[in-house]
C-alpha cells in the first residue's frame, strides 16, 4: 500500500476496497509522488498561459455571460440570462494558478452581479456540479462569505427537486418558483450531487442538503439488476427503469465517481459498501480484453448480454477512479487504451468502436477526462509516463483547437473542424488538470481534497 494510501487509511483501508487485480498488484501499488523536475514547471508555466490567452478572449468577448463563442467573438447564455457560468466555473482555476488580478476581477463579478432569483428552468444535475460546487470551492479557498451565501441560496433553490415520490431528483428545478419537470432521469444526473450538497451541509450544518443527496443515491443504487448494474434511463417517480442499457460512459459516469469520492471526502461508509459492490459488477461485466487494447462496453443490466463495443471520451475518467481505489493494473491498461484512441486520431473523438478502431461519434468538445485520469495515475505512481502523455494532450489542443482568442471546440476530429462552442469545463477542468499534471504534487493535496467532477476541489475542514 503507498504513502497516499496509508494517509487514508482510517477511513479507506485500500485492502477492503481494491479489487482482487489491485490486490494482486502490491509490488506496483502506488509510491509517494516525487518532486516535479524542472521541465514540468515549464509546462504548468505554459498552460498557465493558454489559460490567460483563453481567458483575456473571454473577458474582451463575452464578460459576464455564460460562454465565449470563440469563432464568431459573441456570447452565449444557457438560460436567455447568464448565470455567470465561465467566470464561477474558473474561478478556483485562477486561485489554484496564482492569476490574482483575473482571480479578483471574476470574483467581485459574481458577488456583485450574480443573482439566483429567476424565473428559468435550469437542470439541476449541471448547475450542481458547476455552479455550486464552484461557488463552494472557491468559497473554501477565499473566505468570501458572499459565494457561501450565493452557494446556501442556490441550494435551497434547487431541493424542490428531490420532491418526487422515490426521493430522486428530477431533471429541471425552476430557480424562482420551485416547479420540476423531467420525470425520466439518468444515474448521473440523479448520482452526481452528494460531494456539492454534502459539502454544502457540513459548511452550514445544516444535514437537510446531505440527506436529500444521500437519499437520492441509495434510492438509486437499491434499484440497480439482481447481477449488480445500473441502467442508462430510470422513472424518478415509479422508480423504474426505462433504458436497460449498462455502462461506464455519459449518462452513468459520475454515478460510480460519487460512490467511491464520498466515501474518500465524508468517510461515508454506506458510499464504501456500494462503490465496493458496483465496482465489482462493473468490472465483472463491462471489461473486454480486444486486440485492440483493454475496454469497458455496453451490456444489458439484466443478463449482461454485451449490447455495444463503443468506448468514449467521457469513459476515459474511469482509470482515475480505479487508480484511486487502488486497482492499479486496470487503471494503467484502461488509460493506455484511451491514450490510443487519442493519439490514433491525433485528439480524441467523442466515441469509437474498439473492436474496429472507428469513429462513432466525430465531435471532442474540449473533454478533460483522459486528462484527468493522467492526473491522478502520475500523482499515485510517479511514472513520467502520464507527463509524456499529458505533452501529447497540451500540444494536440494547441494545435487543433486554439483560435485567435481562445480555444475553441471540433466538430470533427478526422478534418479537425472547429465548432463555435467553449464550454466552462474547459477553463474548470481541462486547463486544470493539465496544470495540476505538471505542478509539484503539493499544488494539490488529495490526502485533504477531493475534486468534484466539474474538478472543483472540495476541502475535508469538517
Request: hydrophobic share 40%.
Amino acid at each position: 500500500m503507498g504513502v497516499w494510501l496509508r494517509r487514508f487509511s482510517l477511513i479507506l483501508c485500500a485492502a477492503c476496497f481494491a479489487s482482487p487485480c489491485a490486490a494482486q498488484e502490491k509490488s506496483s501499488a502506488p509510491r509517494a509522488a516525487a518532486p516535479a523536475a524542472a521541465g514540468d514547471a515549464a509546462m504548468a508555466q505554459r498552460v498557465r498561459e493558454e489559460f490567460l490567452h483563453a481567458w483575456t478572449g473571454y473577458k474582451q468577448y463575452a464578460w459576464g455571460h455564460d460562454e465565449l463563442k470563440p469563432l464568431s467573438k459573441g456570447f452565449h447564455d444557457w438560460y436567455g440570462d447568464s448565470l455567470y457560468m465561465t467566470p464561477v466555473d474558473a474561478l478556483d482555476t485562477m486561485i489554484l494558478m496564482g492569476l490574482d488580478t483575473q482571480a479578483k476581477e471574476a470574483r467581485e463579478l459574481i458577488d456583485k452581479n450574480l443573482s439566483f432569483d429567476r424565473d428559468v428552468y435550469v437542470k439541476n444535475f449541471e448547475i450542481t456540479i458547476r455552479m455550486l460546487g464552484g461557488l463552494l470551492s472557491s468559497y473554501q479557498l477565499t473566505g468570501d462569505k458572499r459565494l457561501l451565501e450565493l452557494a446556501e441560496d442556490l441550494g435551497n433553490r434547487l431541493l424542490p427537486a428531490f420532491g418526487s415520490p422515490t426521493g430522486m431528483p428530477y431533471m429541471f428545478v425552476n430557480l424562482k418558483t420551485g416547479a420540476v419537470r423531467g420525470n425520466v432521469s439518468n444515474p448521473a444526473e440523479i448520482g452526481t450531487l452528494l460531494i456539492e450538497f454534502g459539502t454544502l451541509s457540513k459548511i452550514t450544518g445544516k444535514p437537510v442538503y446531505y440527506d436529500k443527496a444521500k437519499r437520492a443515491l441509495v434510492e438509486l443504487y437499491s434499484r440497480r439488476s439482481a447481477i449488480g448494474l445500473a441502467g442508462s434511463a430510470i422513472n424518478v417517480e415509479t422508480g423504474e427503469w426505462t433504458d436497460p442499457d449498462s455502462h461506464i460512459s455519459g449518462g452513468i459516469d459520475s454515478y460510480y465517481e460519487y460512490l467511491l469520492k464520498s466515501w474518500l471526502l465524508f468517510g461515508d461508509k454506506d458510499c464504501q459498501r456500494m462503490w465496493e459492490t458496483s465496482a465489482a459488477a462493473v468490472n465483472k461485466y463491462l471489461t473486454y480484453d480486444a486486440p485492440t487494447g483493454f475496454w469497458y462496453g455496453h451490456v444489458n443490466m439484466n443478463t449482461g448480454a454485451r449490447a455495444a463495443n463503443d468506448f468514449g471520451a467521457l469513459d476515459a475518467y474511469f482509470p482515475g477512479e480505479l487508480a484511486l481505489s487502488g486497482d492499479l493494473d486496470r487503471a494503467r491498461r484502461l488509460e493506455d487504451s484511451a491514450y490510443k484512441m487519442w493519439t490514433t486520431f491525433g485528439i480524441e473523438p467523442e466515441e469509437i468502436n474498439y473492436t474496429t478502431m472507428k469513429v462513432v461519434q466525430n465531435g471532442y468538445p474540449l473533454r478533460p477526462e483522459i486528462i484527468e485520469s493522467a492526473f491522478y495515475l502520475r500523482r499515485l505512481t510517479s511514472d513520467p509516463r502520464y507527463l509524456a502523455m499529458g505533452q501529447t494532450f497540451f500540444d494536440s489542443l494547441v494545435k487543433y483547437c486554439r483560435t485567435d482568442v481562445a480555444y475553441a471546440a471540433l466538430s470533427n476530429v478526422e478534418t479537425k473542424e472547429k465548432t463555435d462552442s467553449l464550454e466552462s469545463f474547459f477553463f474548470a477542468e481541462t486547463l486544470k488538470y493539465l496544470y495540476l499534471l505538471f505542478s509539484p504534487p503539493g499544488k494539490l493535496d488529495l490526502t485533504k481534497v477531493v475534486l468534484n467532477t466539474e474538478a472543483h476541489p472540495m476541502q475535508r475542514t469538517w
